[in-house]
């Protein structure tokens, strides 16, 4: 699992994807493929891609397009590096990449 992974991710399911850093901030990679600390008042002292090795527990949230009218009530669902590994490997730009063949 890679923090390039999520951000793609993020994007392709349009959610917003959070994880808690070893400091006890929070990291957030929204649906457009930025993560951001929201908490982080200076330079950081510690690399992201570490700090993601080292979490375990991920909430997922779905974004509502702007503008909608009447938008669903989404539920953020939690999931373990277990579930985030599999939803990230079961992403249609991962399928796509087992099925290429030519076409002669």
């Known amino acids: 699992m890679t923090l390039a992974g999520l951000r793609k991710l993020a994007i392709r399911k349009q ?3 959070r994880f808690t850093l070893r400091n006890g901030m ?3 990679i929204h649906e457009d493929g930025v993560a ?3 908490a982080l008042k200076a330079p950081p002292d ?3 891609d570490q700090e993601l090795a080292e ?3 991920f909430a997922v949230e779905t974004v509502v397009p702007a503008g909608q ?3 669903p009530k989404t539920k953020s669902l ?3 590096r277990k579930e985030m590994t599999a939803m990230l490997s079961e992403s249609p730009v991962a399928a796509a990449a087992h099925d290429e063949h030519d076409d002669e």
Do not use: D, M, W, Y
């Open 78 to 80: 939690s999931l373990g």
């Open 36 to 38: 951001r600390v929201p």
């Open 15 to 17: 959610v917003q994807i």
């Open 69 to 71: 009218k009447n938008p």
């Open 46 to 48: 510690f690399n992201l």
């Open 26 to 28: 929070e990291c957030v």
């Open 55 to 57: 979490a375990s527990a």
